[in-house]
């Protein structure tokens, strides 16, 4: 079973950076694809960034080649830099990890505000 961990938010200025964090622990053989959601109050689950272990990482609309994801398979970690962040931004980031099933991680509060 697979146990996510998340790290790396909090509150920023417009046109900041944070860097987020989600480490995979537990027993697993090996992970398909990590990547992150996200979901304001009053909005839906989006995507935010997917990364699978084979094929071509994905991201929202929304990103605008502001954000990058990255892993590092031998610490089964997933990172998602996040750049020119933006008051719309602000959300509650939901890491995920694939391996038979989806598992989802706590989630970690962003907040862009001045």
């Known amino acids: 079973q697979v146990h996510l961990v998340e790290s790396g938010g909090g509150l920023v200025q417009p046109g900041g950076s944070l860097t987020l964090s989600c480490e995979a622990s537990?027993?697993?053989?090996?992970?398909?694809?990590m990547g992150w959601y996200r979901q304001a109050p009053g909005k839906e689950r989006e995507l935010v960034a997917g990364s699978p272990t084979r094929g071509i990482t994905t991201y929202g609309d929304f990103v605008k080649g502001r954000f990058t994801i990255s892993r590092d398979n031998a610490k089964n970690t997933a990172y998602l830099q996040m750049n020119s962040l933006k008051p719309e931004d602000t959300a509650v980031y939901y890491c995920y990890a694939d391996e038979i099933r989806r598992t989802w991680g706590q989630g970690t509060q962003v907040t862009v505000s001045s």
């Open positions: 537990g027993r697993f053989f090996r992970l398909n694809a």
